[in-house]
Every structure is written in C-alpha cells, then in structure tokens.
T-cell receptor, first 111, second 114 residues
Framework: TQLLEQSPQFLSIQEGENLTVYCNSS?????LQWYRQEPGEGPVLLVT?????EVKKLKRLTFQFGDARKDSSLHITAAQPGDTGLYLC???????????FGAGTRLFVKA | DTEVTQTPKHLVMGMTNKKSLKCEQH?????MYWYKQKAKKPPELMFV???????INESVPSRFSPECPNSSLLNLHLHALQPEDSALYLC?????????????FGEGSRLTVL
C-alpha cells in the first residue's frame, strides 16, 4: 500500500520565520503534488514535481523532489499570515485514477 | 477563482431528506471525482468518472448515488444520510485519462445531516 507521511502535523510560527514541511514515502512516485487548502475551501494545486532532484520555486515557496522520487519538501521563506492553511502532498497511486494524499500539515502564521 | 463550480456551498438536511450536490467544470477535463473530507483530515476518494462512465466506487454506501449527465456535469444524490455523513464534499476534475495527481477542486459543499 502506498502511503505518504507528512511532518510536522501542525506548525505555529511568527510572521517572517522560515519553515520546511516534509512528505515521505517508501514507495516511488512518478510525480508528487503540493496543495494548499484554506478553511472551508477546496485544495488548490501549488506545484507538481516530476523529475528526481527537481527544485521548483513559487515566489517564497521552494519545492524539492527527492532523487529517488520517494520524498518531497516544501520550504517557505519569510512566512506571512496569508500562508496559513493546510498543506497537502499528493502522489499518483498505482492503477490510475487514484491520488494518494498525505495527512497534511496545518500551518498557522501569526502576525 | 476556481474553474470547478459546486452548488450549494452549504446544505443542511434531515435523515429522511433527498438532496443533490452539483458540480460543473468547463475546462474540457474528462475525469471527474467526488471526495469527502472530514475536519482535520485529507480528502477521501468516493467516486471517479472517466468519459462520463463510473470507473471507481470506493465502496461508498448506496445512500450516496453519483451521476454524470455529460462531460461537464457531476451530481451526487443524497438519500437517507446519517449524521456521520456530515462533511465537506469536494468535486474535482483532471485533464488526463490516467491520473497524474493534478486535481482541480471546487470550493466544496459543506453538508450537515441532522
């Protein structure tokens, strides 16, 4: 069974601090996605990483895919209150049509 | 703004009611999904439609009945629900026939069963 484990589960930081969220698995994924979900809303796709070792940047967010394509990280520089939300990593499940979600990291950035 | 539109945004229903959730996308995507999300949990897959045909039913109770009238619309018919069915119901679509993990979600329908 493919599983994605995210850590930490919860993170509360001050505005301006840096943070890293991790997404790990014992399985190889052909791609991994990161989503952000705000309360009462649906998840919004932030990025897809496909190539082992790939690094993608989205403003203050940096996403990395592990060389073996089993793990990924999300680093936020100088966090802002607008970054508050649930961050979900996801990957393509075997057999098609199934996306495997991690349990999520709930981030709270205090002003 | 999301390109996947869900209605209603909020729904309160009794256990004997019949109601429907609706989802619409105009991105030309050929796969559409229903997910259920409980508080502080990730989304759980319920149904997948591909080219308007049901491809996956994740052993969902029959009180939930999906329908895909055309490539842009997806409904979820609700009947005789239980209070534990209260959750955020998310519709999503994806462009590819085979899942790449890239899903485009609607804002969800918050369901409360009394």
């Amino acid at each position: 069974t493919q599983l994605l484990e995210q850590s930490p589960q919860f993170l509360s930081i001050q505005e301006g601090e840096n943070l890293t969220v991790y997404c790990n698995s014992s399985s190889v994924f052909s791609s991994l996605q990161w989503y952000r979900q705000e309360p009462g809303e649906g998840p919004v796709l932030l990025v897809t990483v496909v190539t082992g070792g790939e690094v993608k940047k989205l403003k203050r967010l940096t996403f990395q895919f592990g060389d073996a394509r089993k793990d990924s990280s999300l680093h936020i520089t100088a966090a802002q209150p607008g970054d508050t939300g649930l961050y979900l990593c996801a990957g393509d499940g075997t057999g098609g049509f199934k996306t495997i979600f991690g349990a999520g990291t709930r981030l709270f950035v205090k002003a | 703004d999301t390109e996947v539109t869900q209605t209603p945004k909020h729904l309160v229903m009794g256990m004997t009611n019949k109601k429907s959730l609706k989802c619409e996308q105009h991105m030309g995507h050929r796969a559409m999904y229903w997910y259920k999300q409980k508080a502080k949990k990730p989304p759980e897959l319920m149904f997948v439609y591909s080219y308007e045909k049901l491809s996956i039913n994740e052993s969902v109770p029959s009180r939930f009945s999906p329908e895909c009238p055309n490539s842009s619309l997806l409904n979820l018919h609700l009947h005789a629900l239980q209070p534990e069915d209260s959750a955020l119901y998310l519709c999503a679509s994806s462009p590819a026939l085979l899942n790449t993990g890239e899903l485009f979600f609607g804002e969800g329908s918050r369901l409360t069963v009394l």
